[in-house]
């Protein structure tokens, strides 16, 4: 069991003092300290200037209305969220969230770990996070269309290339990108491509950053299981979600030879023992927006629907949970160790329970945290802000190429730090400390700011 070092509790305990009720922010916070006693006694002057302190608090953090019209004429409101979280690398750089479960306790903990994310990539980027409590199912593209552009008109005043630059997350996706976009540039009355990330391509969007996400977490699970001389080849993998993350981690799974036997949405989950048909996924969740129910409608025999329940109970070697935060408890680790997990990586933010990763480590079980695993999504934003400035589109076979060497370079980090710090195969100590290290040497060299 790991415990947090004696002179870090007293960190811990003033952030839970001054963000009660905080709880995802709070276990982020928490499972970063655990890894830091190692740093601090190697290296006492990280416990100097109040460092520790000063990451653990946003820069700043904004609150707003957005009040928007639907399609009966009756007013609604929402609140909308921007944590800018931490500039020393860069501009604040993370994605946008429209959910009913969106508060600034989940949009605190999504920007603190988006930082040491950020840090992670080795690009010049900041990390920051924002959204709404906004619920964009079931409504119209036009009260959609009305939501963003409200929820622009005031967001826009906090946002610039080098100030901020915000992406998509759950709820936003290329649809919304381009309804805040245009009102960006209506509002400011100049094109200014790199204030936001995913993007079409026909206006200045990179090609391979609807896959990065999902395509980074499977090459950091390759790279893993390479250190046990294993790969995905005829390894069954279960992918929790069936959204863009999900989809695209099928997708590089398969061409690894592995073949995905289960996806799952919020209502329950589809076993398919043939392997799961991809372009049906496709069509029901990016074209059709219905539920994964329709998968075994229209599959037929051989797929069962289970509606509810846990997509972890289907036995795998390899578990890449892509859909939200604390999604995959406890239980479902034990029940995935007992099944024969070799390999789990986080395609989501924070997908797993602290009980469940302290299970999968004792279990000696290939472990890619989340902010290791799934920084492929904002790596390759960086490598769009990138075309953006110089005016470029490069290939898809230009651009995956440079997210694959990016995702080996950060497993091989990660691996690396952690041995340095005595704890070979530790991925989630290496990412922490590899990432709190390059973030603390910046602020160090900004002065008490």
Known sequence: MVHIDEKLEPILAEVLRRNAGEEEFHQAVKEV????GRVVAKHPRYANHALIERLCEPERQIIFRVPWVDDAGQV??????RVQFNSALGPYKGGLRFHPSVNVGIIKFLGFEQTFKNALTGMP???????????????????????CQSFMTELHRHLGEYIDVPAGDIGVGGREIGFMFGQYKRLTNRYEAGVLTGKGLVYGGSRARTEATGYGATYFVQSMLATKDQSFDGKRVVVS?????????MEKVAEFGGKVVA????????????????????????????????YARLKGSGVHYIKGGSVWDVACEVAIPSATQNELSGNDARTLV????????????MPCTPEAVRIFREAGVLFGPGKAANAGGVATSALEMQQNASRDSWTFEQTETRLANIMRDIHDRCAETASDYGAPGDYVLGANIASFVRVAEAMEALGVI
């Open 33 to 36: 300290l655990e890894s830091l």
């Open 76 to 81: 609604r409101i929402n609140r909308g969220f």
């Open 125 to 147: 980027i900041g990390g920051g996070k924002g959204g709404s409590d906004f619920n964009p199912r079931d409504r119209s593209e036009g009260e959609i269309m009305r939501f």
């Open 241 to 249: 979600g069936s959204g863009n993350v999900a989809i695209y981690a």
């Open 263 to 294: 996806c799952s949405d919020s209502n329950g989950y589809v076993i398919d023992e043939q392997g799961i048909d991809l372009d049906l996924v496709k069509e029901i969740k990016e074209i059709r927006r219905e539920r994964i129910v329709e």
């Open 338 to 349: 007992r099944n024969g997990v070799v390999a789990v990586g986080e395609g989501a933010n």
